[in-house]
Nanobody, 123 residues
Framework: VQLQASGGGLVQAGGSLRLSCAAS????????VGWFRQAPGKERDAVAA????????AYPDSVKGRFTISRESASNTVYLQMNNLRPEDTAVYFC?????????????????WGHGTQVTVSS
Protein backbone atom coordinates (compact mmCIF):
# COMPACT_ATOMS: atom_id res chain seq x y z
CA VAL A 1 0.00 0.00 0.00
CA GLN A 2 1.32 3.42 -0.95
CA LEU A 3 0.09 6.58 0.73
CA GLN A 4 0.54 10.14 -0.46
CA ALA A 5 -0.33 12.95 1.93
CA SER A 6 -0.85 16.51 0.78
CA GLY A 7 -2.56 19.76 1.71
CA GLY A 8 -0.38 21.14 4.46
CA GLY A 9 0.57 24.78 4.69
CA LEU A 10 0.68 27.93 6.78
CA VAL A 11 -2.53 29.21 8.34
CA GLN A 12 -3.44 31.69 11.04
CA ALA A 13 -4.94 30.56 14.32
CA GLY A 14 -8.66 29.98 13.92
CA GLY A 15 -8.28 29.05 10.28
CA SER A 16 -8.86 25.78 8.46
CA LEU A 17 -6.97 23.31 6.31
CA ARG A 18 -7.93 20.09 4.57
CA LEU A 19 -5.35 17.34 4.24
CA SER A 20 -5.64 14.55 1.69
CA CYS A 21 -4.24 11.03 1.78
CA ALA A 22 -4.37 9.13 -1.50
CA ALA A 23 -4.05 5.36 -1.10
CA SER A 24 -2.93 3.07 -3.92
CA UNK A 25 -1.73 -0.49 -4.38
CA UNK A 26 -3.21 -3.34 -2.32
CA UNK A 27 -5.95 -1.26 -0.74
CA UNK A 28 -8.33 -4.26 -0.56
CA UNK A 29 -6.43 -5.37 2.57
CA UNK A 30 -6.72 -2.04 4.34
CA UNK A 31 -8.85 -2.07 7.51
CA UNK A 32 -8.32 1.50 8.70
CA VAL A 33 -6.52 4.71 7.80
CA GLY A 34 -5.25 7.07 10.44
CA TRP A 35 -3.83 10.57 10.59
CA PHE A 36 -0.97 11.24 12.96
CA ARG A 37 1.12 14.27 13.76
CA GLN A 38 4.58 14.83 15.14
CA ALA A 39 5.94 18.11 16.45
CA PRO A 40 9.69 18.61 16.96
CA GLY A 41 10.91 16.70 19.99
CA LYS A 42 7.56 15.01 20.56
CA GLU A 43 5.99 11.62 19.95
CA ARG A 44 3.96 10.84 16.86
CA ASP A 45 0.35 10.88 18.04
CA ALA A 46 -2.95 10.01 16.40
CA VAL A 47 -5.40 12.77 15.55
CA ALA A 48 -8.05 10.76 13.68
CA ALA A 49 -8.78 7.35 12.21
CA UNK A 50 -11.46 5.85 9.99
CA UNK A 51 -12.53 2.28 9.37
CA UNK A 52 -12.06 1.45 5.68
CA UNK A 53 -15.34 -0.48 5.32
CA UNK A 54 -17.91 0.97 7.72
CA UNK A 55 -16.43 4.45 8.04
CA UNK A 56 -16.48 4.37 11.82
CA UNK A 57 -14.24 7.14 13.17
CA ALA A 58 -12.12 7.81 16.25
CA TYR A 59 -10.52 10.98 17.61
CA PRO A 60 -8.48 11.88 20.66
CA ASP A 61 -9.98 14.49 22.98
CA SER A 62 -7.46 17.11 21.83
CA VAL A 63 -9.10 17.46 18.40
CA LYS A 64 -12.71 16.35 18.94
CA GLY A 65 -15.12 18.87 17.51
CA ARG A 66 -12.40 20.53 15.41
CA PHE A 67 -11.07 17.75 13.13
CA THR A 68 -13.15 15.52 10.87
CA ILE A 69 -11.88 12.49 8.97
CA SER A 70 -13.72 11.17 5.92
CA ARG A 71 -13.18 8.79 3.04
CA GLU A 72 -14.02 9.05 -0.65
CA SER A 73 -14.47 5.53 -2.02
CA ALA A 74 -14.11 6.28 -5.71
CA SER A 75 -10.61 7.67 -5.35
CA ASN A 76 -9.44 5.80 -2.22
CA THR A 77 -8.70 9.16 -0.65
CA VAL A 78 -9.00 9.97 3.03
CA TYR A 79 -9.43 13.57 4.08
CA LEU A 80 -8.73 15.36 7.32
CA GLN A 81 -10.69 18.59 7.68
CA MET A 82 -9.11 20.72 10.37
CA ASN A 83 -11.04 23.72 11.69
CA ASN A 84 -10.35 26.28 14.40
CA LEU A 85 -6.64 25.52 14.20
CA ARG A 86 -4.39 26.44 17.11
CA PRO A 87 -0.63 27.07 17.24
CA GLU A 88 -0.26 23.79 19.17
CA ASP A 89 -1.58 21.95 16.09
CA THR A 90 1.67 22.82 14.31
CA ALA A 91 3.37 19.58 13.31
CA VAL A 92 4.18 17.28 10.43
CA TYR A 93 1.06 15.28 9.63
CA PHE A 94 1.26 11.69 8.38
CA CYS A 95 -1.33 9.24 7.13
CA UNK A 96 -1.04 5.52 7.72
CA UNK A 97 -2.85 2.31 6.81
CA UNK A 98 -3.63 -0.68 9.03
CA UNK A 99 -4.20 -4.19 7.61
CA UNK A 100 -4.87 -6.04 10.87
CA UNK A 101 -7.83 -4.50 12.77
CA UNK A 102 -5.56 -2.94 15.36
CA UNK A 103 -6.64 -0.24 17.81
CA UNK A 104 -7.36 2.72 15.58
CA UNK A 105 -5.56 5.43 17.55
CA UNK A 106 -2.42 3.43 18.33
CA UNK A 107 0.60 4.19 16.20
CA UNK A 108 1.88 0.62 16.41
CA UNK A 109 -1.34 -0.68 14.78
CA UNK A 110 -0.34 0.78 11.42
CA UNK A 111 1.64 -1.05 8.78
CA UNK A 112 2.18 1.51 6.04
CA TRP A 113 3.09 5.17 6.28
CA GLY A 114 3.16 8.02 3.84
CA HIS A 115 5.53 10.95 3.85
CA GLY A 116 4.41 13.80 6.03
CA THR A 117 2.98 17.19 5.18
CA GLN A 118 3.84 20.23 7.26
CA VAL A 119 1.09 22.19 8.99
CA THR A 120 2.07 25.48 10.60
CA VAL A 121 -0.42 27.55 12.58
CA SER A 122 0.64 31.09 13.42
CA SER A 123 -0.69 32.97 16.43
Amino acid sequence: VQLQASGGGLVQAGGSLRLSCAASGRTFNVKAVGWFRQAPGKERDAVAAISWRNRGTAYPDSVKGRFTISRESASNTVYLQMNNLRPEDTAVYFCAADEDYGLMLRRVSYDYWGHGTQVTVSS
